[in-house]
């Protein structure tokens, strides 16, 4: 069975392109080695990441890795439940930038940080956050 997690966190400053491509470069190779899938998405200070996989492995990138990287902070877990299928099956961490995201999100929400609100925690029980992030980086992949 795969799991799935989501969480939204605050990057420390300054964030900067080398600190972003690190992130990148680790996620892309260690999550290939332990076939994880997911998304990552930065706006406005806030990371919004999708991780699935085996929950082991799912587990162990989130707990053991992610949450004691000193980049970000304030780490707010929104989802976390066995799935049927992957949501992301081809990506080892597909990125969608500030600039995406603000373009792609208008209609639904304005930035990343609408995803802290209490309002959104309580509708991604329902996957909302999940379905969000599915349309925004399938529209981001349309436009490439
Ligand atoms: C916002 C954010 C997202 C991250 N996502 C992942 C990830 O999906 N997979 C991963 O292995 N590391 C991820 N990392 C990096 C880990 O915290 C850690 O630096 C890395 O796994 C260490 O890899 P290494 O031991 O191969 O150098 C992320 C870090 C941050 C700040």
Request: charged residues 25%; glycine residues 4%; proline residues 3%.
């Given at each position: 069975?795969?799991?799935?997690?989501?969480?939204?966190?605050?990057?420390?400053?300054?964030?900067?392109?080398?600190?972003?491509?690190?992130?990148?470069e680790?996620?892309?190779?260690?999550?290939?080695?332990?076939?994880?899938?997911?998304?990552?998405?930065?706006?406005?200070?806030?990371?919004?990441?999708?991780?699935?996989?085996?929950?082991?492995?799912?587990?162990?990138?989130?707990?053991?890795?992610?949450?004691?990287?000193?980049?970000?902070?304030?780490l707010?877990?929104?989802?976390?439940?066995?799935?049927?299928?992957?949501?992301?099956?081809?990506?080892?961490?597909?990125y969608?930038?500030?600039?995406?995201?603000?373009?792609?999100?208008?209609?639904?929400?304005?930035?990343?940080?609408?995803?802290?609100?209490a309002?959104?925690?309580?509708?991604?029980?329902?996957?909302?956050?999940?379905?969000?992030?599915?349309?925004?980086?399938s529209?981001?992949?349309?436009?490439?």
């Amino acid at each position: 069975m795969l799991f799935q997690v989501a969480y939204v966190s605050l990057s420390r400053l300054p964030l900067d392109e080398n600190t972003l491509s690190e992130i990148l470069e680790a996620s892309q190779r260690n999550n290939a080695r332990d076939e994880i899938t997911g998304v990552l998405m930065y706006h406005d200070e806030i990371f919004f990441q999708v991780l699935e996989g085996e929950k082991s492995a799912v587990e162990n990138c989130y707990y053991k890795r992610i949450c004691h990287d000193p980049r970000h902070k304030s780490l707010s877990l929104m989802w976390a439940d066995m799935v049927d299928s992957r949501t992301f099956p081809d990506w080892a961490m597909g990125y969608v930038g500030p600039d995406e995201v603000g373009r792609y999100t208008k209609s639904s929400f304005q930035s990343l940080s609408h995803l802290q609100s209490a309002e959104v925690v309580v509708a991604n029980t329902n996957g909302v956050a999940l379905e969000l992030a599915r349309s925004v980086f399938s529209d981001f992949n349309k436009g490439r």
